[in-house]
């Protein structure tokens, strides 16, 4: 019985994770399409995020230590994800202040 809902579910979980990914992809784009200008709002937050990314990995160290180099990480590789944690870190911090600025002009108003 273990080995039947270990492989089975596993495999199910796969099959229903890239239907849900396939769904999450294709039905926006789908209704993008009906409305040009929502594509045009994507395309403009896909561009600022891209310039968030770029700047983040321009600001990135490389550095290497010897654990990283046993596991296979080099120095483009430790630039992007130093690139990626940086992005996270920038729009974390843009999220906390869009919400305090919304949260005290709505109680001054």
């Known amino acids: 019985m273990e080995v039947f809902v270990s492989e089975f579910g596993l495999y199910l979980s796969y ?3 890239a239907i849900a990914l396939l769904a999450a992809i294709v039905l926006p784009l789908i209704k993008a399409f009906d409305e040009p200008k929502q594509l ?3 395309g403009i937050a896909l561009g600022g995020l891209l310039v968030v990314f770029l700047i983040s990995w321009a600001i990135a160290g490389n550095e290497v230590t010897t654990m990283y180099t046993e596991k296979g990480v080099g120095e483009g590789l430790s630039k992007m994800v130093g ?3 940086t992005m996270m870190y920038l729009l974390m911090g843009i999220a906390i202040v869009a919400i305090i600025y919304t949260e005290v002009h709505k109680s001054v108003k």
């Open 15 to 17: 099959l229903m994770f």
């Open 40 to 42: 045009v709002k994507a």
């Open 83 to 85: 690139g990626v944690l």
